[in-house]
């Protein structure tokens, strides 16, 4: 395609303004994304090199993806961060770390390749303060799959920062990269664009008829407008294609193009083929590596008639005019021809610099299995997995493992591989590579990983209870073999069984938990680990008092224990969820709850583990639903939902539900838990079932819906799960008696004070001692009540102080004395109104209302307005944090979080961050009695404790 004199490509006037739009935000400090997509030779990058070439004013920097490149990890991105790696220096800590070991400048743990995105937004920012920055990325399809991923990032992350992104992706190849980013589709020249293209080309004055006919059977694509009309008159185009010509008008248009190119190669000289084969099969474009390879096949470099054929540029090294060259270039040399320009380049490529590329080099030239290719191989997935490049690895493991002659280190080599695929997110290539696996003579070891990845291969895929059985099996012969591995298996056939099976039956966590327990498997090494499968598995044998003794004994551990790399960090936080989830449905311990769940967090925040941040949140997010404080619960909620969406995963729907009932929101609850339902049906989540009959229980109590609260309740009871039985039986022993079903609430009752005999906290004696009230009549239900108050208030549970409040209140006014009703229901009130429990508090006012109190109706407060990103960002300030510090915390630039600021000053009314905590203080606080003194709270959270009415901490 050529450009006309004036606007650009010529019939590109649309396209052309899209692009003159990005670049005249991007000069005013504005953010843009705009993708590019379109099937090959049809102007992507020659619209990318418009966009460069008008961007005066601008910092340009490049990556072009290329297909030979597509398994060596941060490639891409290497190549696009290179001109900006000297301010490096100034990027806070981890992310400074986690960029250098992905690109190979110091060695480390493997980096996360969201805290990798987040370096590389930083950098990006930090260039752009002196001038704009512009990122070309073109054939993003063919990017290495961490730099894609890691780019895809950062557009997603980008709002206030003078950076723009502009990718080409070529469909079909293409058309799962980027999905959801703002796009172009280019589609084919129009025939007045088309002629004037043609005229530039064609000899002579054409026939309307002919060009017509022509460009309609290019689809006006411009590629294939100029490659078949180069060097051929008007006269010969309206006879039609000659017969040289013939095969290559068959078929897509991009496989006619590359057809085409193909046949002019036939013409040029041996030595000039081979010289573009090296070029074809080296994508890096260093011209020195060419001549020794060149050199090493006896081949003098004469690259002038393929320049004179179309085929290429000579800039320095050779550049194909087209990606479609090169694969043209590539796929039609014969094999042996290939497997000798990659053995040259083997051999030209310096080991130490680059020992990954040399690797598999040497991988493409070997015609049969070779043990020192594939160690090589080996050695370099090893390299990959060091700098977080997880897909990379994956794929020098299988090759590694075609290559490898003997059937034994073959069956390691891709059991390795199975892994590496799993970790990397791709189930069927690793259910590929099990399979070859399991051809081969492999160990007891490696037949243990063989089935413990074939058990999380279909837990993965469906949350169905076989996957326990298969865990339990990989977990007993590591037992066998004294390996270390086999207690964390034996607690992750648990943990599924938690999470997806039943309690009982032949593959329930009852029979995985007598498993673990007789096996005398040894230490796994972490102490903590080793205390908390000893804990549960007592638990699941009924034996309490063992179970929670020894859990009391690994929360100092799991809270305090020294986590020296990333890889013990990761394993930590795999085992959080079972630890909090054995700590609040069994201990009843709100504190541990919180200091495990900010520790998640923290930790996660700290090695940038962003699959692993959204159910740490989400479990921090409950703590403070509990805590009454239901703004900081939304925050946390909002921004595990927001990183799950920047990160590709499904977001965590557990606690909107929960907070949802406690608000009362029954229109938003009702949908979000029929979907959670369907999907839980579907999936065998048996755990999410027992969750809905412990969250309807909830919002219908609240609602004084006691008939819909008992059909709820006894829903989340029966579920045969680990979790939400004991706060089931919370929910049903009120509705029970709310509906006179005065035997089914003794026998819960029965069951509940069994369930807690051992928890020994103040939430399990409060919710105890107020069941038991429900259920008595005088001063026994009197002091029952008290004792509920005060013993959830020394737990910490302020929904339930009030909650109590509640129901003492309600108690009272029917016992006929109207003032005591109307001090605890006035304070039962207070609240939940500062709480946001709307169904809760309009409950409690029906009562006062009941007592002749009258009910002063609620104030809205300035933050109302607020976005919950922006409440975020203003409570992290308030607390003292820099920009620089929250950006970090939250995954967006420190430009984001100043541009959420501003908004914030205007909506509260104020100039800086200096009046913000005054600004966030909206009523007076709610009574510290809702306050737990189980024991300290330390963490930022816990310090930072307060209901949305109640005034910050100074």
């Known amino acids: 395609m050529i450009a006309s004199s004036h606007s650009g490509p010529v019939g590109r006037h649309r396209e052309c303004a899209v692009l003159d739009e990005l670049l005249v935000a991007l000069r005013a400090g504005e953010s843009r994304v705009q993708v590019l997509r379109g099937e090959a030779g049809i102007g992507k ?24 490149d597509m398994e060596l990890p941060y490639a891409s991105l290497h190549q696009l961060c290179a001109p900006f790696l000297g301010q490096l220096d100034a990027l806070p800590g981890p992310q400074r770390g986690a960029l250098r070991v992905a690109f190979g400048m110091a060695a480390g743990d493997p980096p996360d390749r969201f805290l990798v995105g987040l370096a590389v937004l930083t950098l990006l920012t930090r260039a752009s303060e002196s001038r704009p920055v512009l990122v070309v990325v073109d054939d993003a399809q063919w990017l290495d799959q961490v730099s894609l991923q890691t780019l895809e990032f950062v557009a997603r992350r980008l709002l206030a920062e003078a950076v723009a992104m502009v990718f080409a992706a070529r469909d079909p190849e293409g058309q799962a990269a980027l999905a959801g ?54 006269a010969e185009l309206a006879y039609g294609l000659d017969s040289s010509t013939y095969r290559s008008a068959r078929g897509t248009v991009s496989s006619r193009v590359e057809r085409d190119f193909a046949e002019r190669l036939g013409p040029l000289p041996r030595a000039t083929r081979t010289l573009l084969l090296i070029a074809a099969a080296e994508p890096v474009g260093d011209a020195a590596l060419l001549v020794r390879a060149a050199a090493a096949l006896e081949v003098t470099p004469d690259a002038e008639p393929a320049r004179a054929a179309g085929l290429i540029d000579l800039h320095g090294s050779i550049r194909f005019r087209h990606p479609l060259v090169r694969s043209a270039v590539y796929h039609q040399a014969d094999p042996e021809e290939r497997r000798a320009v990659h053995r040259a380049l083997a051999a030209a490529t310096d080991p130490a610099a680059d020992p990954d590329r040399r690797a598999w080099h040497a991988a493409q030239a070997a015609a049969g299995p070779d043990e020192d290719v594939a160690a090589g191989l080996e050695q370099a997935a090893d390299r990959a997995r060091q700098r977080g490049g997880i897909a990379a690895e994956a794929v020098l493991l299988e090759r590694a493992a075609q290559l490898t002659p003997d059937a034994g280190s073959r069956g390691r080599r891709a059991v390795a591989a199975a892994e ?58 590591f037992a066998a073999t004294r390996s270390p591995l086999a207690r964390e298996t034996y607690l992750e056939a648990i943990s599924a069984t938690i999470f997806a099976g039943r309690l009982h039956g ?44 020894t859990l009391r004994s690994a929360l100092e551990l799991l809270a305090h224990e020294e986590l020296p790399t990333r890889e013990a960090t990761m394993r930590w936080l795999l085992l959080a969820p079972v630890a909090l989830e054995a700590f609040i449905h069994y201990a009843w311990d709100l504190h541990a709850w919180d200091v495990l769940a900010s520790r998640a967090v923290r930790l996660a925040r700290d090695v940038g583990a962003l699959g692993a941040l959204p159910p740490a949140l989400i479990y921090a997010g409950g703590v403070h639903i509990h805590y009454g404080d239901f703004a900081e619960a939304a925050r946390m909620i909002d921004e595990a939902d927001a990183i799950a969406a920047a990160t590709g995963h499904a977001p965590h729907k557990y606690a909107a539900l929960v907070l949802a009932a406690w608000k009362g929101d029954a229109d938003v609850a009702a949908g979000i838990v029929e979907e959670a339902r369907a999907s839980a049906v579907e999936r065998g989540e048996v755990s999410l079932l027992g969750a809905m009959g412990y969250i309807q229980g909830v919002l219908f109590n609240g609602l004084a819906r006691y008939e819909e609260a008992l059909v709820a309740a006894r829903s989340g009871i029966e579920h045969d799960g680990f979790n939400f039985t004991g706060l089931s039986l919370v929910e049903h022993v009120e509705a029970a008696t709310r509906c006179g079903k005065f035997d089914q609430a003794r026998t819960s009752l029965d069951r509940l004070i069994e369930l807690t005999r ?85 409950r409690t006012r029906r009562e006062l209302i009941a007592t002749g109190e009258h009910v002063r109706t609620r104030v809205a407060v300035p933050a109302a307005d607020l976005t919950p990103q922006e409440s975020q960002i203003a409570t992290l300030a308030a607390d003292g944090l820099t920009n620089a510090k929250i950006g970090a915390e939250l995954f967006i630039s420190p430009h984001t979080v100043e541009w959420h600021l501003r908004k914030v000053y205007t909506k509260l009314g104020i100039t800086s961050r200096r009046a913000l905590p005054d600004a966030l203080v909206t009523a007076p606080a709610l009574d510290t009695k809702a306050r737990g003194s189980d024991g300290p709270r330390k963490t930022r959270y816990e310090r930072s404790l307060r209901s949305p009415r109640t005034p910050r901490p100074r």
């Not at 005229?199 to 006006?220: I, N, P, Q, W």
């Not at 004792?787 to 929904?799: D, H, K, P």
């Not at 009703?821 to 309009?842: I, N, P, Q, S, V």
């Open 45 to 68: 990058s020659v619209l990318l090199e418009y966009a460069v070439a008008k961007a005066d004013q601008v910092t340009v920097t490049r990556a072009q993806g290329v297909e030979a």
């Open 181 to 234: 980013l703002p796009e172009s589709r280019i589609g084919g020249l129009d025939a007045t664009a088309a002629a004037e293209l043609l005229g530039s080309t064609v000899g002579g004055r054409l026939d309307k008829r002919v060009r017509d006919r022509f460009v309609a059977e290019m689809h006006g694509n411009p590629l294939a407008l100029l490659e078949f009309s180069r060097g051929r008159s008007a």
């Open 420 to 477: 590496a695929h799993f970790s990397a997110a791709a189930p069927d290539r690793a259910t590929e590579q099990a399979t070859l696996a399991a051809l081969c003579p492999l160990s007891a070891l490696n037949r243990a990983r063989l089935a413990r990845l074939r058990a999380r291969i279909l837990f993965a895929r469906s949350r169905s209870d076989e996957a326990a059985p298969l865990l339990l099996e990989a977990a007993a012969q």
């Open 506 to 549: 032949p593959t329930g966590a009852r029979a995985a938990a007598a498993a673990a327990r007789g096996s005398g498997a040894p230490p796994s090494g972490s102490a903590a680990a080793d205390l908390l499968l000893d804990g549960v598995a007592a638990l699941l044998a009924d034996d309490y008092d063992t179970g929670l003794t």
């Open 758 to 842: 051992a928890a020994d906290s103040g939430w399990a004696r409060g919710a105890c001692a107020r069941s038991r009230a429900l259920l008595a009549d005088g001063d026994e239900a009197d002091g029952l009540y008290r004792t509920a108050i005060e013993e959830f208030g020394r737990g910490g549970v302020a929904v339930e102080v009030a909650r109590t409040h509640l129901l003492y209140g309600e108690w009272l006014r029917r016992s006929r004395r109207p003032a005591l009703a109307r001090e605890h229901l006035r304070e039962a009130y207070e609240m939940f109104d500062g709480m946001r429990a709307d169904a809760f508090a309009e």
